[in-house]
């Protein structure tokens, strides 16, 4: 009986101590587990952050690359704009003060002028028309004289001294003829010739 409870009360007193030492173990293997488990997540962690960080400093070094570059040409862009007003602007002004005060006083008699002269070209190729016309009436009568000139010399055959005389009298109708012809295509040119410009003077007038 002794025994019995010695082995009991031995039993008793060694029970503690294993229960003890069992729980630091399930400690540590909780702790082992937690840290193996953690250190798989922090694993899987830098696995997706990783490539995520590395794939958006690449895509903002490319950006660095195209975003430099197109502030430093927006900046000159700017810049030459800027001077390209501010040119424009001094020109603008020099221009201003550069102006004749009575511009506009000389452009209107200029336009008067230029008004009397269309209507001196437009009297003037109305006279040339008319010339013309006159021109043509003494061609029509130069060659009648010439017919009744020759009617005369063939009439006046049995008269030499006086045929001679009509027959120079004929040459010299014959030279005015051909004279007056080239006074008419003359004329003529000269009427060809300044009619258009004349006419482009007219679409030029304000009158």
Do not use: C
């Not at 193996?36 to 958006?56: D, G, H, K, L, M």
């Not at 690449?58 to 430093?72: D, F, L, N, V």
């Not at 900046?75 to 221009?95: Q, R």
């Not at 009436?137 to 000139?149: A, E, G």
């Amino acid at each position: 009986m002794n025994k019995d409870k010695e082995e009991k009360t031995q039993s008793s007193k060694d029970s503690p101590s294993a229960s003890t030492t069992e729980k630091p173990i399930e400690l540590e293997e909780v702790l082992a587990n937690f840290v193996t488990s953690f250190e798989s997540s922090a694993q899987r962690w830098e696995n997706t952050v990783y490539p995520f960080i590395n794939s958006f400093q690449s895509s903002t070094k490319r950006w660095e690359r195209m975003i430099y570059p197109a502030m430093i040409i927006f900046g000159i862009m700017a810049f030459s704009g800027f001077w390209l007003i501010f040119s424009l602007t001094n020109d603008v002004h020099e221009l201003a003060l550069n102006v004749d005060p009575k511009m506009e006083k000389n452009l209107a008699l200029m336009a008067k002028n230029i008004s009397e002269l269309s209507h001196s070209v437009e009297s003037m190729t109305t006279e040339v028309k008319t010339m013309r016309t006159h021109i043509a009436n003494m061609d029509s009568s130069t060659f009648s004289m010439q017919r009744n000139m020759q009617a005369i010399s063939m009439k006046l055959d049995t008269l030499p001294p006086l045929l001679l005389s009509v027959q120079d009298m004929d040459q010299s109708m014959k030279a005015m003829t051909v004279n007056t012809g080239r006074m008419s295509y003359d004329m003529r040119d000269m009427n060809d010739t300044m009619g258009p410009p004349m006419s482009i003077m007219n679409t030029f007038s304000p009158w």
